[in-house]
């Protein structure tokens, strides 16, 4: 699953999983707009689209306030880590996939696998 979020998005997403964490009805577009501070229905309407198209939520045609939130993969970075990713990518232009492939380099160089017994060299 690809799950390149924008800001917003992830700011979204984030506050749909509080609201589903609380049980009953998800909110409506209007109060998600309110959530995230985002002026129109119709932006809240396109970021719905996109966390569908995601794979990070779906909704049942013709049913209001029929979000449901997709389990995301075991994985899947915790929120605030998202958050810094999709800010740090807004920021320098940098592509998600390039960042989190430099990242991990460098992580391996500080973090050599050790070999398994009785492996030389």
Same mark, same amino acid.
């Given at each position: 699953?690809?799950? #390149?979020?924008?800001?917003?998005?992830?700011? $979204?997403? =984030?506050?749909?999983?509080? !609201? /589903?964490?609380? *049980?009953? %009805?998800?909110?409506?577009?209007?109060?998600?707009?309110?959530?995230?501070?985002?002026?129109?229905?119709? #932006?809240i309407s396109r970021m719905v689209?996109? $966390?569908? =198209?995601?794979?990070?939520? !779906? /909704?049942?045609? *013709?049913? %209001?306030r029929s979000i449901e939130i997709?389990?995301?993969?075991?994985?899947?970075?915790?929120?605030?880590?998202?958050?810094?990713?999709?800010?740090?990518?807004?920021?320098?232009?940098?592509?998600? !996939?390039?960042?989190?492939?430099? %990242?991990?380099?460098?992580?391996?160089?500080?973090?050599?696998?050790?070999?398994?017994?009785?492996?030389?060299?």
């Amino acid at each position: 699953m690809s799950f #390149g979020l924008t800001i917003k998005q992830a700011e $979204l997403l =984030a506050f749909l999983r509080e !609201r /589903q964490a609380l *049980g009953g %009805a998800m909110p409506s577009f209007d109060e998600m707009a309110a959530a995230i501070n985002l002026a129109s229905k119709s #932006g809240i309407s396109r970021m719905v689209d996109a $966390l569908v =198209a995601r794979g990070a939520i !779906r /909704q049942i045609p *013709g049913h %209001a306030r029929s979000i449901e939130i997709i389990d995301m993969p075991t994985s899947m970075v915790d929120e605030q880590t998202e958050l810094a990713l999709c800010s740090y990518c807004y920021v320098t232009g940098l592509a998600r !996939r390039m960042v989190i492939a430099d %990242a991990l380099r460098e992580y391996f160089r500080a973090h050599p696998i050790p070999k398994p017994d009785g492996e030389n060299s």
